[in-house]
């Protein structure tokens, strides 16, 4: 069964870089089937895409974010990583990694998630 | 602004059927990719209800089910039970985006 667990502050300051990772267990980043995401979800409202990286370390970022985002891989660790630069109270939200799985060229959906973490920004 | 469209809520009465409805456009639905329906409970991490339009991953009832149509999807709920109370995310790919896009999640009320 696969798991993903997200680590890292839950508190950054304004202007400051916000650092997660995701630790995946019970499966392999190496593997060629899939892309691994981050998605975040302010309090009370809805989910967002943040951004993907494939095994290559290939990545693509919501064009909202890109500017201020960079995910990259850790393949001997089985880690992935986010980083977002200048963060605002804005950025504030339960941060969620996710497996996304490709079903056909058409199907694109992310079948194990992480329980997520809360990062507050705030001074 | 959510990319999908939907209804902010819906409420049945147990036993029930509802419908939660997922409208995007011709730069996702419409061009053809597939929605993925998503039920989050309170306090947890959405867990995948619906994928590939119609598909149920195992473990999840039958009284849950999806549908597409152009530019729209649908999710449908039978049976409603105390239970189904939560929020649901539909989700599909964008080409213009080059990533995937959510809807801004339906609250389900149990009544």
Known sequence: ?123 | QSVLTQPPSVSGAPGQRVTISCTGSSSNIGAGYDVHWYQQLPVTAPKLLIYGNSNRPSGVPDRFSGSKSGTSASLAITGLQAEDEADYYCQSYDSSLSGSVFGGGTKLTVL
């Not at chain 1, 691994?36 to 990545?59: D, H, M, V």
């Not at chain 1, 960079?70 to 950025?91: H, P, Y």
């Open chain 1, 1 to 123: 069964q696969v798991q993903l667990q997200e680590s890292g502050p839950g508190l950054v300051k304004p202007s400051q870089t916000l650092s997660l990772t995701c630790t995946v267990s019970g499966g392999s980043l190496s593997s060629l089937s899939y892309y691994w995401n981050w998605i975040r979800q302010p309090a009370g409202k809805g989910l967002e895409w943040i951004g993907r990286i494939y095994t290559s370390g290939s990545t693509n970022y919501n064009p909202s974010l890109k500017s201020r985002v960079t995910i990259s891989v850790d393949t001997s660790k089985n880690q992935f990583s986010l980083k977002l630069s200048s963060v605002t109270a804005a950025d504030t939200a339960v941060y969620y990694c996710a497996r996304r799985t490709r079903s056909g060229s058409w199907s694109y959906f992310f079948d194990y998630w992480g329980q997520g973490t809360l990062v507050t920004v705030s001074s």
